[in-house]
T-cell receptor
Framework: DADVTQTPRNRITKTGKRIMLECSQTKGHDRMYWYRQDPGLGLRLIYYSFDVKDINKGEISDGYSVSRQAQAKFSLSLESAIPNQTALYFCATSDLAEEETQYFGPGTRLLVL | AQTVTQSQPEMSVQEAETVTLSCTYDTSENNYYLFWYKQPPSRQMILVIRQEAYKQQNATENRFSVNFQKAAKSFSLKISDSQLGDTAMYFC??????????FGKGTRLHILP
């Protein structure tokens, strides 16, 4: 089984809809991240969490919110989806004990119509 | 501000040849980590190699090696005996302790048969 899982893997939604992307990990890592990938722009950080009670905004947090339900779960919400949020979304985990190496989930491809 | 620059948006080489991907970064920190990630068409983000800044010895992983020049803030990836399965997007990334990871915009590598 994969160490970092994301659901759904693909999602099509309409403008104005609320959607949630979920991430779970079995690595026991404290730190979790949400990234967005757009062609030609690499990965950009949306939100990150260093433990269950810690939530921090990243580079592009506007239009997104997150919830860290447990050490193993970190969800990303789009309260009112818009077409320019069409992208590939990655969840990742890391731990100081592994020298900050980030382990990524398989990604969620989101299309907002 | 900390930045990561990959100056080669796209490269192509023949199978079995050696190829070098360039990466430079900017930081005032002394202790940090550098990474190369591979993203094949499956879109999964896969760790290729990791380098600790305090280690002078260049990291190697089978056919993958790095040329880490700390004073020049350069971190290039060399792929020896390239294979068709090496075709992917490659991202250079930088992190310092207790901070966020910063990715370059990527180099798309094509291995030609």
């Amino acid at each position: 089984d994969a160490d970092v899982t994301q659901t759904p893997r693909n999602r099509i939604t309409k403008t104005g809809k609320r959607i949630m992307l979920e991430c779970s990990q079995t690595k026991g890592h404290d730190r979790m991240y949400w990234y967005r990938q757009d062609p030609g722009l690499g990965l950009r950080l949306i939100y990150y969490s260093f433990d269950v009670k810690d939530i921090n905004k990243g580079e592009i947090s506007d239009g997104y919110s997150v919830s860290r339900q447990a050490q193993a779960k970190f969800s990303l919400s789009l309260e009112s989806a818009i077409p320019n949020q069409t992208a590939l979304y990655f969840c990742a985990t890391s731990d100081l004990a592994e020298e900050e190496t980030q382990y990524f989930g398989p990604g969620t491809r989101l299309l907002v119509l | 501000a900390q930045t990561v620059t990959q100056s080669q948006p796209e490269m192509s080489v023949q199978e079995a040849e050696t190829v070098t991907l360039s990466c430079t970064y900017d930081t005032s920190e002394n202790n940090y980590y550098l990474f190369w990630y591979k993203q094949p068409p499956s879109r999964q983000m896969i760790l290729v190699i990791r380098q600790e800044a305090y280690k002078q010895q260049n990291a190697t992983e089978n056919r993958f090696s790095v040329n880490f020049q700390k004073a020049a803030k350069s971190f290039s990836l060399k792929i020896s005996d390239s294979q068709l399965g090496d075709t992917a997007m490659y991202f250079c990334a930088f992190i310092n302790r207790d901070d966020k990871i910063i990715f370059g915009k990527g180099t798309r590598l094509h291995i030609l048969p």
